[in-house]
T-cell receptor
Framework: DAKTTQPTSMDCAEGRAANLPCNHS???????VYWYRQIHSQGPQYIIHGLKNNETNEMASLIITEDRKSSTLILPHATLRDTAVYYCIVREDTPLVFGKGTRLSVIA | EAGVAQSPRYKIIEKRQSVAFWCNPISGHATLYWYQQILGQGPKLLIQFQNNGVVDDSQLPKDRFSAERLKGVDSTLKIQPAKLEDSAVYLCASSLAGGGPYQSSYNEQFFGPGTRLTVL
């Protein structure tokens, strides 16, 4: 079973920041937080991961709370192509376990 | 760089028939994964190979599913006989190496486009 809780769906206006929350209250000290997304009819795509510090790459930023029980994925300027299902996964040295994710709809 | 290749993209069969899917991972990737994704759910790992050896097949229904990666490169997943509940997208993924998350470039999984199986 997935160790994370995410909202089922969210909407975001094009050009605005999309903030996708994830709760992982049972995360252990060595587990990382991973984010993948899956655009319709495609396989999942890696976005970002982190342990406890905030992380940023060309796709997104990951903000992890100090107690590590929750995190937020930020897409700074959402475009229509960011419409997808976003999966938050916690893992250490174990297979990826995908939940149902958050369906993000970016609206023009 | 070429991505993970899968074929066929779509397959329709009747229950109790057999079907096989093929995956060619990214060149040089030692680890290969097969996932099953039922409509409305996230992908579920079926089997993980490290080179040509099985690392994890705990969720593979071994009475009807089999997979092989004989030369440590491409892989086939077979279902025999198929059931209605096997209707799903079968995704193949590869990574440079398996194991822990400490080196993201080594453990990022790259997914293929999947094979959509419909069992009638």
């Amino acid at each position: 079973d997935a160790k994370t809780t995410q909202p089922t769906s969210m909407d975001c206006a094009e050009g605005r920041a999309a903030n996708l929350p994830c709760n992982h209250s049972t995360i252990s000290g060595n587990e990382y937080v991973y984010w993948y997304r899956q655009i319709h009819s495609q396989g999942p795509q890696y976005i970002i991961h982190g342990l406890k510090n905030n992380e940023t790459n060309e796709m997104a930023s990951l903000i992890i709370t100090e107690d590590r029980k929750s995190s937020t994925l930020i897409l700074p300027h959402a475009t229509l192509r960011d419409t997808a299902v976003y999966y938050c996964i916690v893992r250490e040295d174990t297979p990826l376990v995908f939940g149902k994710g958050t369906r993000l709809s970016v609206i023009a | 760089e070429a991505g993970v290749a899968q074929s066929p993209r779509y397959k329709i069969i009747e229950k109790r028939q057999s079907v096989a899917f093929w995956c060619n991972p990214i060149s040089g990737h030692a680890t290969l994964y097969w996932y099953q994704q039922i409509l409305g759910q996230g992908p579920k790992l079926l089997i993980q190979f490290q080179n040509n050896g099985v690392v994890d097949d705990s969720q593979l229904p071994k009475d009807r599913f089999s997979a092989e990666r004989l030369k440590g490169v491409d892989s086939t997943l077979k279902i025999q006989p198929a059931k209605l509940e096997d209707s799903a997208v079968y995704l193949c993924a590869s990574s440079l190496a398996g194991g822990g998350p400490y080196q993201s470039s080594y453990n990022e999984q790259f997914f293929g486009p999947g094979t959509r199986l419909t069992v009638l």
